[in-house]
Nanobody
Framework: QVQLVESGGGSVQAGGSLRLSCEVS????????IGWFRQAPGKEREGVAA????????YTADSVKGRFTISQDNAKNTVYLQMNSLEPEDTAMYFC?????????????????WGRGTQVTVSS
């Protein structure tokens, strides 16, 4: 059974920080892509950041570049999303997803497995 479990969401004030975690189990961690996506009410799901588990190449959406950083701990099969300088516009459900090789790491349909999400709320 493939499971991706997100944690670390919460409510913060604008300018604050959160670190999200995505733990992967029941699925080979190596030679995979792990992505972070978010969806706010009334908006399309948006790719935020992704990482190739072998090699560690990262991809970050322009909307969060310079504020969010994706990283991993291979020993723990866990991917992190460090979110700094949070803005109210960052409020959304954040999901992690896993896939094999993907042509576009920030494209949601490239990923086969998804977590249930963790809520991030940023107040002004």
């Amino acid at each position: 059974q493939v499971q991706l479990v997100e944690s670390g969401g919460g409510s913060v004030q604008a300018g604050g920080s959160l670190r999200l975690s995505c733990e992967v189990s029941g699925y080979p961690y190596s030679n995979r892509y792990i992505g972070w996506f978010r969806q706010a009410p009334g908006k399309e799901r948006e790719g935020v950041a992704a990482i190739a588990t072998d090699g560690g190449s990262t991809y970050t959406a322009d909307s969060v570049k310079g504020r969010f950083t994706i990283s991993q701990d291979n020993a723990k099969n866990t991917v992190y999303l460090q979110m700094n300088s949070l803005e109210p516009e960052d409020t959304a459900m954040y999901f992690c997803a896993a896939g094999r090789w993907v042509a576009r790491p920030l494209y949601e349909h490239a990923y086969a497995y998804w977590g249930r999400g963790t809520q991030v709320t940023v107040s002004s």
